[in-house]
T-cell receptor, first 113, second 113 residues
Framework: SQKIEQNSEALNIQEGKTATLTCNYT??????LQWYRQDPGRGPVFLLL?????KEKRKERLKVTFDTTLKQSLFHITASQPADSATYLC????????????FGQGTELSVKP | DAGVIQSPRHEVTEMGQEVTLRCKPI?????LFWYRQTMMRGLELLIY????????DSGMPEDRFSAKMPNASFSTLKIQPSEPRDSAVYFC???????????FGPGTRLTVL
């Protein structure tokens, strides 16, 4: 069956360290993958998109990698800050399914000062 | 632009009542999505529209759910009759095209007693 899995446990790190979140998928052939941030009581906010033919994408302190052989994406936040504390969702878009995104359950990140 | 607008923000109703959730997408966006989010199931796509036409409603849980998009600036999600298991946060999102970021509204928190 098709599955998208993110770290189910919350990730707690110290301010200034690099946070690494994992998104694994099975039985999908994604055209691209997106990462969103969600704060309590709010809708998800788009962060980055990476296509299947791209290995890595960066935006300021954020970096996403995409390994279609391992069927995995890693999301990194360098020099993390308490303001980065939120839930992070990965989402797959599959070929020939228009704009349809399939979301993982999300990983809660807590950055301590 | 004001972003995606949803109303109401909170809805409390009794089992058996009809519930209508409303969404105004970002002007110029051709795609509109309805999602439901619960702790148990995460963020699930219910239905999406392209140019006001429903494209994929395979996520709509059952016949009690219906969605319409009478024009480019308005969509509704209706539940009739509502049941306690429908309690969730319902998000509307829009995007410019099929392969770009989605912009989410603030959500409607629905509680069915």
């Amino acid at each position: 069956s098709q599955k998208i899995e993110q770290n189910s446990e919350a990730l707690n790190i110290q301010e200034g360290k690099t946070a690494t979140l994992t998104c694994n998928y099975t039985n999908y052939s994604p055209a691209y993958l997106q990462w969103y941030r969600q704060d309590p009581g709010r809708g998800p906010v788009f962060l980055l998109l990476i296509r299947e033919n791209e290995k890595e994408k960066r935006k300021e302190r954020l970096k996403v990698t995409f390994d279609t052989t391992l069927k995995q994406s890693l999301f990194h936040i360098t020099a993390s800050q308490p303001a980065d504390s939120a839930t992070y969702l990965c989402a797959l878009a599959v070929y020939n399914q228009g704009g349809k995104l399939i979301f993982g359950q999300g990983t809660e990140l807590s950055v301590k000062p | 632009d004001a972003g995606v607008i949803q109303s109401p923000r909170h809805e409390v109703t009794e089992m058996g009542q009809e519930v209508t959730l409303r969404c105004k997408p970002i002007s110029g966006h051709d795609y509109l999505f309805w999602y439901r989010q619960t702790m148990m199931r995460g963020l699930e796509l219910l239905i999406y529209f392209n140019n006001n036409v429903p494209i994929d409603d395979s996520g709509m849980p059952e016949d009690r759910f219906s969605a319409k998009m009478p024009n480019a600036s308005f969509s509704t999600l209706k539940i009739q009759p509502s049941e306690p298991r429908d309690s969730a946060v319902y998000f509307c999102a829009s995007s410019l095209d099929a392969y770009n970021e989605q912009f989410f509204g603030p959500g409607t928190r629905l509680t069915v007693l």
